[in-house]
T-cell receptor, first 114, second 112 residues
Framework: AAGVIQSPRHLIKEKRETATLKCYPI?????VYWYQQGPGQDPQFLIS???????DKGSIPDRFSAQQFSDYHSELNMSSLELGDSALYFC?????????????FGPGTRLTVL | DAKTTQPNSMESNEEEPVHLPCNHS???????IHWYRQLPSQGPEYVIH?????VNNRMASLAIAEDRKSSTLILHRATLRDAAVYYC????WGGGADGLTFGKGTHLIIQP
């Protein structure tokens, strides 16, 4: 079965650089979520999109922005990177139908900031 | 979201049942109880969810207390592949597009 695709899988950046993470949801999934998981930490919700509109916002820094495109893929843009941004970034998607609550997670992008 | 409390870790033997408890004494009437797990080096994975009645699926069973202030995830026959961090999460019924609030889950260790 198709799964959530995230790219790149690994990314190394220097401090103060920018990074763009991409998420391709499962076909016929219209909601996308972004999570950040620091080393030894539990996943923290950043932001979500439903039908290309921002739906919910968590602890996303102002340096980060995200959007969902017409084909439902999403991008997380991160600027002025800091050492503390080093983490696993997971994208999840949810099927069409507002009553369906299960989220399907991708394999994650590991971002290392040097 | 209402808060959940889980033990930090639990240990069980392979092929034995595992009961993972979760307390959620401030649960509201419209909160669903969800369980996710995260295997090492993977993204979280949905396990099961329920509202009031006990639920079964191919992965596990969910037993919900009558007052809904606690629940138990039951793995009927644990395997080494079930070693993971298990998260109990409350979600409002209308919050499908809302993010999940992961608390401190239970680290399940399976001994061969």
């Amino acid at each position: 079965a198709a799964g959530v695709i995230q790219s790149p899988r690994h990314l190394i950046k220097e401090k103060r650089e920018t990074a763009t993470l991409k998420c391709y949801p499962i076909p016929r999934h219209d909601t996308v979520y972004w999570y950040q998981q620091g080393p030894g930490q539990d996943p923290q919700f950043l932001i979500s999109f439903y039908e290309k509109m921002q739906s919910d916002k968590g602890s996303i820094p102002d340096r980060f922005s995200a959007q969902q495109f017409s084909d439902y893929h999403s991008e997380l843009n991160m600027s002025s990177l800091e050492l503390g941004d080093s983490a696993l970034y997971f994208c999840a998607s949810r099927p069409l139908g507002s009553s369906y609550n299960e989220q399907f997670f991708g394999p994650g992008t590991r971002l290392t900031v040097l | 979201d209402a808060k959940t409390t889980q033990p930090n870790s639990m240990e069980s033997n392979e092929e034995e049942p595992v009961h993972l408890p979760c307390n959620h004494s401030t649960i509201s009437g419209t909160d669903y109880i969800h369980w996710y797990r995260q295997l090492p080096s993977q993204g979280p994975e949905y396990v099961i969810h329920g509202l009031t009645s006990n639920v079964n699926n191919r992965m596990a069973s969910l037993a919900i207390a009558e007052d809904r202030k606690s629940s138990t995830l039951i793995l009927h026959r644990a395997t080494l592949r079930d070693a993971a961090v298990y998260y109990c999460i409350l979600r409002d019924w209308g919050g499908g597009a809302d993010g999940l609030t992961f608390g401190k889950g239970t680290h399940l260790i399976i001994q061969p």
